[in-house]
């Protein structure tokens, strides 16, 4: 980082006096302001320490007032940007309560955030216009180097426009459904990222190698955010992605970002405040969540049939006949599971689901429940088949037919439900927001759901939490934590009941969802500060 050497303005910038009047904005107490230290008076010559020769040379750079969220992602990069500027930075953090002082309008009269502040000139809202403008007025050092200032320019562009969206929508978008949709979107794009980190970053740690760009300024927010959306969203940079991943730990130690570093556990306390305020539609979660199980659960269930010996030479090898034989009975013991919650959660839909989508526009259930008819039977066939398998001696002719005729009905009925799921979660579910069910009636909803899948939310419990991912669990938890009265009912109770005394094959999955409802039964989350920046500029 070198010292910067402002230039005037440039003209597309509105001169706004600054108001000469002390700024109504209370900064809040953990604003770090920078102020320059008054020697006291002194007789004596005295030998200038470290810290006085650092305020005499911070005395020679520009300052510039900075207003704004201190966990908002877009305020970030402005922070980055002017620490590799050289510029001094006042800043003035706000929190949500403090818009609601009307005095603020003095701070940005267009009551967008955040607010730069540089000798005539005052810009307010666009980020982008900022650091523009920032590159501009301060020139040396650059972020936009000429030799690359094209792909620099491209790859702006394409984390602005694709990456942050997308970043943003995953994260505070509760809705699985929006989930399904982004998440392979998101992996494009960190496959792009990955392959242009390995082709121009070969001799330095930065995006472009030993040069700190503007793509750093913008990509190293967005990647503080991936962090903390694998908490509430269990969404990573995978290892196959080794040269993202490996930025996305050395960015910690960027001597462009580290004076500035965000502080992630006030950031998820902030993200956690405001997607409990943006909680989607509960009915609609719990569906396709269980809907995520069932799937879970068929694919493991169809991969222990692919592994069971279904011709003649290997039925011969004695080891793999035991073996054959347990396999037999885990997977008569995991259907039995799967059968109980598939059939339950059809008749949920059925007694609650389909009656208020029926409301609004008769006839819209009758291809799903043309499905259910066809596949009970079917359901009902398979566990017949699977008891009439094991009756048979292993390796002859009819077991080694009727092996093969499960292992073929197995993968019928795993196509036909993720088909069918598939046309729920399209044409469907959405009906019930169509419908102007609001949250309060969906959850009244939830409950007669609860009611229904009595043994889901018994002793299947366990298995059907097994079938979700950390953060699914804990989605799935916290809806039947608030759909019980706040965990104060009988039916939570019960449900509490059932995770303490599963069986040891459930322990882990169990001891996570045990933790969340301790987390539940003392909510931090209602005393986090919310942010009032949610990626959208």
């Known amino acids: 980082m070198g010292i910067c050497f402002p230039k005037a303005a440039h003209s597309k910038y509105k001169d706004e006096p600054l108001n000469p009047k002390p700024s109504a904005v209370v900064p809040t107490s953990s604003s770090p302001i920078y102020c320059e230290s008054t020697p006291e008076p002194s007789t004596a010559p005295s030998i200038p320490t470290d810290e006085q020769s ?16 201190m966990l908002c992602p877009f305020t970030l990069r402005v922070q980055i940007a002017l620490q590799f500027k050289g510029v001094v930075v006042d800043p ?22 955040p607010v ?18 920032i590159e501009e007025t301060f020139e040396v050092p650059t972020l936009i180097p000429k030799p690359v200032e094209a792909e620099v320019m491209q790859w702006v562009a394409f984390i602005r426009d694709e990456l942050t969206p997308i970043v943003g929508q995953l994260l505070y978008d509760g809705s699985p459904l929006v989930q399904q949709e982004l998440e392979p979107k998101l992996e494009s794009c960190f496959m792009k990222l990955d ?5 121009h970053g070969k001799q330095g740690r930065f995006f472009f190698g030993n040069q700190f760009t503007f793509v750093d300024v913008y990509l190293i927010p967005i990647l503080l955010l991936v962090d903390v959306a694998k908490f509430f969203r269990g969404i ?12 996305s730990r050395a960015m910690h130690s960027f001597p462009n970002y580290s004076p500035v570093r965000m502080n992630t556990e006030l950031l998820k306390g902030a993200v956690a405040k405001t997607l409990v305020e943006r909680a989607p539609s509960p009915l609609i979660v719990m569906t396709v969540l269980q809907h995520k199980s069932i799937l879970s659960h068929l694919e493991r269930l169809v991969a222990l049939a692919d592994g069971l010996p279904v011709d003649k030479l290997a039925n011969e090898d004695s080891g793999r006949r035991g073996v054959a034989g347990k396999q037999m009975q885990l997977l008569w013991k995991m259907y039995g599971r799967l059968l109980d919650l598939m059939q339950e959660h059809a008749q949920m839909e059925e007694r609650v689901i389909f009656p208020a989508i029926e409301s609004t526009e008769e006839g819209m259930s009758e291809c799903a429940l043309a499905d259910h008819a066809r596949d009970l039977p079917v359901m009902n066939g398979i566990r017949e088949d699977i008891k009439g398998v094991m009756a048979l001696e292993q390796g002859c002719s009819d077991h080694l037919e009727g092996l093969q005729a499960v292992v073929k009905r197995l993968h019928a009925l795993q196509e036909n439900s993720v088909e069918h799921y598939h046309e729920e979660e399209r044409d469907l579910l959405p009906q019930l927001n169509a419908a102007g069910l609001g949250n309060k009636k969906q959850e009244e909803l939830v409950s007669q759901s609860i009611a229904v899948m009595e043994e889901t939310h018994g002793r299947l419990l366990p298995f059907f939490l097994q079938g979700l991912e950390p953060h699914e669990i ?11 009265d706040g965990g104060k009912s009988r039916v939570f109770t019960r449900i509490s009941f059932c995770l303490k005394n599963a069986d040891d094959e459930f322990k882990e999955v169990c001891m996570a969802a045990q933790g969340i409802i301790s987390e539940l039964a003392t909510p931090s989350i209602d005393k986090a500060a919310g942010s009032y920046c949610l990626l959208q500029e």
């Open 236 to 247: 990573e940079i995978s290892t196959l992605h080794s040269h993202l991943l490996a930025y």
């Open 116 to 133: 730069l502040h540089y000798e005539l000139h005052k810009l307010s809202g666009s980020t982008d216009a900022m650091l523009d403008y």
């Open 474 to 484: 804990s989605q799935y938890i916290g809806l039947l934590h608030s759909s019980c």
């Open 54 to 69: 650092y305020s005499e040379a911070e005395s020679n750079l520009p300052r510039v007032q900075l207003i704004g969220d």
């Open 92 to 113: 003035t953090w706000l929190t949500p309560a403090d818009l609601t002082n009307p005095k603020l309008v003095n701070a940005s009269p267009t009551g967008k955030y």
């Open 195 to 199: 392959s242009a980190i390995w082709e």
